[in-house]
């Protein structure tokens, strides 16, 4: 199995590139004076398939075709929408099967999305439990390969990408803003950051329910498995075995828990002052800068995705 | 008075530069896929206010100062929406005093937008008439000078600028599809268009209550002043009187005219697709191409505004 490296995640963005976008940053002036401060959105609602995962799925599955050639009969996942949808988009342009496991409570608009990148859609409970236990059986009954959602060193190597193009495009940079639910993004932006501009900090935005920092630091973790929140990109409560480290290294200090409201009212400054349609889970990291009191003097702020469904009102 | 003519186009344009953006121009597979052919968006959402009346208003507020002075006391408009917001904003940047008469009935968004560049806001009923005499009166009152949302030659050659970079932006282009109301935005790109670019067809796209063609060639309007369509912006019935003969003589044989479905659905592609957040006018050409057989090869769509209240579900 591949490592999660510097080289790997150097390796990774070769192999992407022309296949993915490279996304736009974007600034707005209305948010600048309300946050104080010069923002930067990094447009990952812009990516194919409408969110970052795009980026590590493809590495996954060229990845995988790579290292096991035809013994690979397909992929399969658990995903509540947008790894479902990334990773059904990757399997077709590489014309392999792909399967994924979805809970009910999943949003339709991101249902419909893997549905026409014509994936195989399983249906199971809401809790990750269930998801993982279906996803378990599908594997034995269809031996695909399993990708999973975060914990997988090809998504962590596929998303450093995004990390390499903020650095281009926004060099004055001094801190990154990313919600964080699995910890596939956090770990891949802090892992590349710190390697490649040390001096930018990297903050990790979770809403409060999902106590990250006593699970980086005390190993404690509170009793549901799902953190009850709108950010329904981020409703897993425990980060991948393989980010936990990763994360607890880089980022343990600069956690920043937000509320619900505080989310919610976010995401209104996206809608109405950038125009940008993107997700409850995109507008968790703007509430992490909006509640900061020492502010960054560039920060870029990372807006995930834009799979919502149409009757969503914040 | 300035005229509406070619040579005072290029005049607001280079009155303009530096001072509003030049929007981008976003393609998207999905709908390039579903429409079955190369289209391009022009982003009047993402310029100054969320919409192109910025354009018009700012060389409006620029032109009205450079011709009379310190005899001109403040602006004075009537709108819905859009044009209030770009006449308050473009007035407050160029400290002037500025009064819009709003009609009850505009969306909530538009009425902070304006609240908001400090312009006073006067409000009457919802038809046409109300809001000219609401605004004769304050007229006579305040002793500002009148900038009409559309029938008003500053803000025509104002919003050719929008011409002027489709024709740069996308050279390759065949058509373009503009939604009318007033027809202040509609007779700039057809006649700047004709003169630099006789073979790009313009397309008009209407809600089907407006019965444009009826007015452009027989002179015959239906009884009621304002159209009833989820497309707020367009509202007004009558295209204004300098807008007429501009619109009878370059495109009165290329009218679309859509239903309130049509526009719903293309407002539902644009948002889910391409993430952009618009408000229902700038979905009204996407709607007139869908529904056009004859396809163009190129065509730029023109999304006009991005100012949509948050409650609003298409």
Redesign the interface.
């Known amino acids: 199995m591949v490592k999660i490296s510097i080289e790997e995640m150097e390796k990774a963005r070769k192999r992407l590139q022309g296949r993915i976008h490279k996304t736009p940053v974007i600034q707005c002036e209305a948010i600048n004076k309300l946050a104080g401060t010069n923002v930067h959105f990094k447009c990952e ?2 990516q194919k398939t ?1 969110s970052f995962k795009s980026r590590g799925a493809l590495n996954a599955v060229l990845g995988v075709k790579e290292e096991r050639g035809d013994d690979c009969q397909g992929v399969l996942t658990h995903s509540s929408g947008n790894h479902g949808q990334a990773l059904a988009w990757a399997a077709l342009q590489c014309q392999m099967p792909c399967c994924v496991v979805v809970p009910a409570n999943a949003p339709q ?1 991101k249902k419909d999305g893997m549905s026409e990148y014509k994936t195989d859609i399983v249906l199971c409970g809401n809790t990750v439990k269930d998801r993982e236990t279906t996803c378990a059986e599908m594997q034995k009954k269809l031996g695909y390969d399993v990708v999973e959602p975060f914990n997988n060193a090809y998504m962590i190597n596929g998303h450093a990408s995004c990390a390499a193009e903020i650095i281009e495009q926004v060099p004055e940079a001094d801190a990154v803003f990313v919600a964080v639910g699995g910890g596939g993004l956090a770990s891949a932006i802090c892992m590349y950051i710190d390697e490649k501009r040390p001096d930018i900090k990297v903050y990790l935005v979770e809403p409060e329910a999902k106590q990250l920092k006593s699970y980086l630091n005390e190993d404690k973790l509170p009793e549901y498995d799902t953190v009850n929140t709108v950010a329904d990109g981020i409703r897993v409560l425990r980060v991948g075995d393989l980010c936990k480290p990763i994360l607890a290294k880089y980022a343990a200090g600069n956690i920043i828990s937000v509320t619900e409201e505080e989310i919610c009212e976010a995401l ?1 400054l996206i ?2 002052r950038t ?4 997700e409850p889970t995109a507008a968790v990291p703007l509430a992490g800068l909006l509640k900061l009191k020492d502010k960054a003097r560039c920060p870029v702020v990372i807006l995930c995705g ?1 799979n919502v469904d ?2 969503f ?2």
């Open positions: 609602h812009l409408g608009l209104k809608w109405t125009k940008q349609r993107v834009g149409l009757s009102v914040p």
